[in-house]
Nanobody, 115 residues
């Protein structure tokens, strides 16, 4: 059973930084494409950042230049460094791991943006 466990969420001030982590259980982590999504109540889950098995990255326009996703295959962990956080960035952030037609989700970690 594959598990994804997010951590690092919490309270951040507008303009502040926070780093999220997502640890994946099981094998073949390096083969998975990993993604970070976020969701607020009443809205669809949206892609924030994606990092491929070759570490190529894609970002939502709203976070480009502020967020960075990296991965450490030895630790089976993917990270999301969030800088210059904005109030609209408050959400539950979810980690996703995908390979072929298989997709796994974590339970999410809440990020609150407030002064």
């Amino acid at each position: 059973q594959v598990q994804l466990v997010e951590s690092g969420g919490g309270l951040v001030q507008p303009g502040g930084s926070l780093r999220l982590s997502c640890a994946k259980s099981g094998t073949f982590f390096s083969r998975y494409a990993m993604g970070w999504y976020r969701q607020v109540p009443g809205k669809q889950r949206e892609l924030v950042a994606a990092i491929g098995s070759d570490s190529t990255t894609n970002y939502a326009d709203s976070v480009k230049g502020r967020f960075t996703s990296t991965r450490d295959n030895a630790k089976r962990t993917v990270y999301l460094q969030m800088n210059s956080q904005r109030p609209k960035g408050a959400a539950v952030y979810y980690c996703n791991a995908g390979i072929g037609t298989i997709s796994y989700w974590g339970r999410g970690t809440r990020v609150t943006v407030s002064s």
